[in-house]
């Protein structure tokens, strides 16, 4: 079926963002198309201003009809829109003072693995955890599911070796993000609502299907969470994103009577924020805590003294990395070809961390 014009003009806009290196693209009705460049600033294009009629067809020709009467009804939709040969975006549709407006994250083509991304070497050894339950935490667009994505990707282009063998992964999102080519790895990806009714449902799937690691891309409710935890105990490697603003939130995020299952699942604990580059973008900065019985005991009891934080301020081993000390890794890098300063934050930034979060 050929394409219709509205369509056509949008992947038009979709492509050239790509082509320009914009991480977003905003559109609303009345404005020309804004994207938000490298340098962290937003840029209208030349295009004229949308027109109301052409702002509902453009963005409406992003989704199929199923999501277009969810649109209708919820006045909001959050999926995921693929351009063979280009990459994935992630739509945003929401209603602004009675009219359509759109958010559109420019997603990597390729995800990027642990290394790229400038993480801690620490998240390469959790990732080739056998079974548990990992958690990547932070507040909403802070880059979570790019750092599972980096997990699941170092997962899929590291050796046989490396990662004891190959992995057979299952990802359940809503939408899908980062897609991924299967290489090491054996990777299946099922989005919510097109693959499968529900978090819940597609967990207890997945323990099925002769799974090795099971990748969610936000636990956000207590019937997944459950399903996250029981597989985690059963013996898959579970991965999840959750939003909290801190690393001692991460207790509150499951019911009292939960705590002890979550205790013994758990295995590391992931916080993190996006700090600005100094050359434009964004790049992770992260605290890592590896479990132990010490951080059990926390998590199981009720002690204020107990935050998960302090265990990373006082564990100077290779079972924590506190933000600090990530910060201080970003911002003395060094160019790998000529072995120069190349920092990654700006002294600024850096000092901002240290302050913040001190022993931490």
Not at 86 to 107: D, E, H, K
Not at 325 to 347: N, Q, V, W, Y
Request: charged fraction near 25%.
């Amino acid at each position: 079926m050929p394409m219709k014009e509205p369509e056509q003009n949008m992947r038009k806009i979709l492509v050239d963002a790509r082509n320009r290196g914009a991480s977003e693209v905003h559109m609303a009705v009345n404005m020309p198309v804004v994207f938000r460049m490298p340098d962290g600033m937003l840029e209208r294009q030349p295009q004229d201003v949308l027109s109301l009629a052409q702002m509902e067809s453009y963005t409406l020709s992003l989704l199929n009809a199923a999501q277009q009467e969810s649109f209708w009804r919820d006045r909001d939709s959050d999926t995921s829109y693929y351009i063979e040969g280009i990459g994935n975006f992630r739509v945003n549709l929401s209603y602004n003072r009675g009219t359509v407006g759109a958010s559109i994250r420019v997603l990597p083509p390729i995800p990027k693995t642990i290394r790229e991304l400038f993480l801690p070497k620490l998240l390469e050894d959790i990732a080739c955890l056998e079974k548990g339950l990992v958690l990547i935490t932070g507040g909403a667009s802070e880059g979570k599911s790019t750092t599972m994505a980096g997990m699941i990707q170092y997962l899929n282009m590291s050796p046989i070796n490396r990662t004891k063998d190959r992995r057979h992964i299952i990802t359940i999102e809503n939408p899908i993000e980062h897609t991924f080519e299967s290489r090491h790895a054996l990777i299946r990806q099922r989005e919510i609502g097109r693959d499968v009714v529900s978090f819940p449902r597609a967990i207890a799937a997945a323990t099925r299907e002769d799974v090795d690691v099971i990748a969610i891309g936000e636990m956000r409710d207590a019937e997944s969470s459950e399903a996250a935890i029981q597989a985690a105990v059963r013996g898959q490697l579970v991965i999840s994103t959750a939003q909290t603003h801190s690393i001692d939130e991460v207790p509150s995020l499951f019911p009292r009577e939960r705590r002890r299952s979550l205790a013994l699942a758990l295995k590391a604990v992931i916080y993190q924020e996006l700090l600005p580059c100094a050359k434009g973008g964004k790049v992770v900065c992260c605290q890592v805590l590896v479990s132990t019985h010490g951080v059990a005991n926390a998590i199981m009891g009720d002690e204020i003294h107990h935050k998960l934080s302090t265990f990373i301020a006082h564990n100077r081993t290779e079972n924590a990395v506190r933000m600090v000390d990530c910060a201080k890794t970003l911002f003395e890098h060094r160019d790998e070809k000529t072995d120069r300063p190349d920092p990654l934050i700006s002294e600024t930034t850096f000092r901002s961390i240290l302050e913040r979060f001190k022993g931490y």
